[in-house]
Structure formats: structure tokens, C-alpha cells
């Protein structure tokens, strides 16, 4: 208690900002990139439930996800999830992008018990919450974290959103974890990028035999990482040179599209192994059908592939999607304090540059995760 008072006291501007306004990178429509505006007349958003915890932002990261929002994905499935019985104000607007952050606890909620004003925190926020581009964010105890000791905020803020999505993908879609892990062969597509970058890691740490598709100019970083094979795709049929190699126990697809029509056949058959894709139509299904029509055909079309792919060959097929985790951040902050992942910054913006931070990610080819300092 003491703790909570005399942080209140030592940050006594913070809290009669709470009371009134901040400044964010927001968008007032979906669009291109002329819809982002600063501001700073957007209100604070306050602790309003007991197991609230505030945040001030230090730092944040951006996903492709930030992109795609601020075109309208997911807007249909997004609002159904922020206001289900639309009891609320139905409008997105003006809405806050940025899905990581880091940062320092400056209020709590009544029943919060494992933060306190002062604590560094961590955590990926979930899509359907305003986001972490701006001065605070209100988050829920179960998904923060207690930040890693042994990085800066700018370091940590690279690594909630892309940590979540892949144990999202890797556990609980693929089935692996520090004790099944060990010596199973594992692909993973478009590996150079953030998810990719952070679960070549993981994945090394719990002892798996790592083989990746990336470009050439990538080999370096994600050698550097810890993978045993690389194949070039830039350079020749991709299928062609995995087709030499011994089959795989799980394949992380972070590219989609037609990579899933020669990627299954890589899988050792009829022995459990799981193909997960990150790249699902789900969202953009309900975006161009409807909420119910959108929904039904995504269904339809995962329980298709799933039972066709188990009759024909015996493996899995499956779609992995991010999921907040708190507690999942935990495990990742004590492979970070002892070494075994390493933040993957490829760019550093200030909070006045986050339109060229968006122009970095509009370019592609990420190498690791392009952040914002926030303050
Ligand atoms: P990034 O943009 O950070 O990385 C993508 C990487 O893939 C880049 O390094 C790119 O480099 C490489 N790449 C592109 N094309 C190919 C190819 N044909 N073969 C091999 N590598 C390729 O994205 P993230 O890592 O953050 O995310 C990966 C994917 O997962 C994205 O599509 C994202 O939208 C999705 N995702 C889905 C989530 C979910 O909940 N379903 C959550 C998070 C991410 P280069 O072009 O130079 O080769």
C-alpha cells in the first residue's frame, strides 16, 4: 500500500492527466495512410473494473495487423467482440492502433493482485481494445506481464504481440512445449519477420530442430538466431529444395496463400504432425459476407481442409491466431532475462515519426519488428 501511495504522490502530473487528456496516433476512418492523426485531446482511458490495470506507454511496436486495421480488417468481428449486445457507443472511431507495449503500472484496479504502481510491465493488447500508440492504455491483469529486467522498454516492447501469436500457434495449435519439443523437426515459412524471428527462438530454446524459408539477405539474422537449415525461396523452387529433406513434425506457415498447396506434403504422415497457419480468411470472410455468412464459410472451409487433409495423409491442419496471455509473457520473460531470446529491433521511431514507422511497415521484407518510443 505504502508502495501505491508514494508512487501516486511521486507521479501526482500523471494522475491529474488521467483525469483529463493524452496524446495518441489515432485514425477517424479506415483508409490509406493520410488517416492518421495525432492528437492530444483523446480522453484517458481510466481503471473502470476491479481487475483493471493503467499503463503508461513507453514503448510500442507495429505489427502488419496495424496496417490492415487501419484499412477496416476485422472491423465487423472486432466490434461484435468490443460491444456485443451494442449497448455502447457503436462507433470504432477515433481509433488507437499499436498491439505491443511496455511500460511503467500508474493505477490499479481493487481486486488487482499481482501489479502495483511502479511495476515495468509488458503486454500485447488485444485487437479489439484501444491500442498502444498514446501516452496510456487500460489493460486487463490477466494480460500483462512483468517486463523482462535485462532489456530496455524499447527492446520489450518488440516481442508481446509476436510472442502471444506464435506460443498461441506453436501450443496450443501445434501441440509442442518445452518437454515434447526437444529433436522435433519444425519449418517455419517467412521466418525473417517478427512472429518469425521470435519463435525460431522459442523454439530453439525448447530444444527443436529449426528449418526456415526466408530470403537470402535473411540468412544471416536468422542463422544468427540459432536454425539449423535455411532454405532460400528467392532462389529456385522452394518446395523442391524442402522436398530433399527429411520430413517435418510441424510447419509454422507466416505466409499463407499458396504456400499451404506444396507445404502439407512436407509433413511426416500418420504420425500426429500439424501444419498451423497464421494467414486464415476468417476475418476477411466476415469483412466481405457478414458476421454469420462470413463465419460459416470460414468454418466450412477450415473443416473442409482439416478432414481432407487427415483422410488423405494423417496430419493436422489447423489455423493459429494470436491470443492475449499474461501469463504466457512470464515464461517468455525468463528466456529473455537468461539470454535464450533476444529482442529482434530492426528500426526505432520517436512518437512524432509514427507515420514513417507505418511507411517502414507498408515496405515488407521486416527483418525482426519495427518500434516506437512512445516516451
Ligand atoms: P512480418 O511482416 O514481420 O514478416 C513477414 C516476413 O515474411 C518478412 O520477413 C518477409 O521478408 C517474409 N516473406 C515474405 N514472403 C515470403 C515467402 N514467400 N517466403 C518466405 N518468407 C517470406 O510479419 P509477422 O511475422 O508479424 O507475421 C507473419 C504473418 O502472420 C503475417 O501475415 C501476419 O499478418 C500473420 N499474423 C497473424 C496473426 C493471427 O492472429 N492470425 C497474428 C500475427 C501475425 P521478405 O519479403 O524480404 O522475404
Not at 487500460?138 to 523482462?148: F, G, I, N, R
Not at 522435433?184 to 517478427?194: E, N, P
Not at 506434403?265 to 466476415?286: E, H, I, N, R
Request: charged share 20%; hydrophobic share 40%; with cysteine.
Amino acid at each position: 500500500l505504502s508502495k501505491k501511495t508514494s508512487f501516486r504522490r511521486a507521479f501526482s502530473i500523471s494522475s491529474h492527466r488521467l483525469q483529463s487528456c493524452m496524446s495518441a496516433w489515432v485514425i477517424d476512418q479506415y483508409g490509406t495512410h493520410a488517416v492518421l492523426r495525432y492528437t492530444e485531446d483523446i480522453t484517458t482511458p481510466a481503471v473502470s473494473s476491479p481487475t483493471d490495470v493503467h499503463v503508461k506507454v513507453y514503448a510500442t511496436s507495429l505489427n502488419p495487423l496495424d496496417l490492415a486495421m487501419r484499412g477496416g480488417y476485422g472491423a465487423k468481428l472486432l466490434k461484435l467482440r468490443r460491444d456485443p449486445f451494442s449497448l455502447g457507443d457503436s462507433s470504432a472511431f477515433p481509433l488507437v492502433l499499436g498491439r505491443d507495449v511496455s511500460g511503467v503500472v500508474v493505477d490499479c484496479g481493487s481486486k488487482v493482485a499481482h501489479f502495483a504502481p511502479g511495476d515495468e510491465v509488458w503486454a500485447a493488447v488485444p485487437p479489439w481494445k484501444q491500442g498502444s500508440l498514446a501516452e496510456f492504455i487500460t489493460l486487463s491483469e490477466y494480460e500483462v506481464s512483468h517486463k523482462p529486467q535485462s532489456v530496455s522498454h524499447t527492446e520489450a516492447a518488440s516481442i508481446p504481440y509476436v510472442a502471444n501469436t506464435a506460443l498461441s500457434a506453436l501450443v496450443n495449435a501445434g501441440g509442442l512445449c518445452a518437454e515434447t519439443a526437444p529433436n522435433k523437426r519444425v519449418l517455419i515459412t517467412g521466418a525473417s519477420g517478427g512472429v518469425g524471428t521470435f519463435s525460431i527462438q522459442l523454439l530453439k530454446a525448447w530444444g527443436a530442430h529449426v528449418t526456415v524459408t526466408c530470403s537470402q539477405n535473411a540468412e544471416g539474422l536468422v542463422r544468427g538466431l540459432g536454425v539449423d537449415e535455411v532454405v532460400d525461396y528467392t532462389a529456385g523452387d522452394v518446395h523442391e529444395q524442402l522436398q530433399a529433406m527429411d520430413r517435418f513434425d510441424m510447419i509454422l506457415d507466416n505466409v499463407g496463400g499458396e504456400t499451404e498447396q506444396w507445404a502439407l506434403d512436407l509433413l511426416k504422415p500418420w504420425s500426429g504432425s500439424k501444419y498451423v497457419t497464421l494467414v486464415s480468411p476468417l476475418l476477411s470472410s466476415t469483412d466481405h459476407s457478414g458476421l454469420l455468412s462470413g463465419s460459416i464459410q470460414a468454418g466450412c472451409t477450415l473443416h473442409n481442409k482439416a478432414l481432407q487433409n487427415m483422410l488423405s495423409s494423417g496430419v493436422f491442419y489447423r489455423w493459429g491466431f494470436y491470443a492475449p496471455d499474461g501469463p504466457a509473457l512470464d515464461e517468455v520473460r525468463t528466456l529473455v532475462d537468461s539470454g535464450k531470446i533476444l529482442p529482434v529491433v530492426e528500426a526505432e521511431f520517436p512518437f512524432t515519426q509514427v507515420p514513417q514507422a507505418f511507411l517502414k511497415l507498408e515496405q515488407g521484407h521486416a527483418r525482426g519488428k519495427t518500434v516506437v518510443r512512445v516516451t
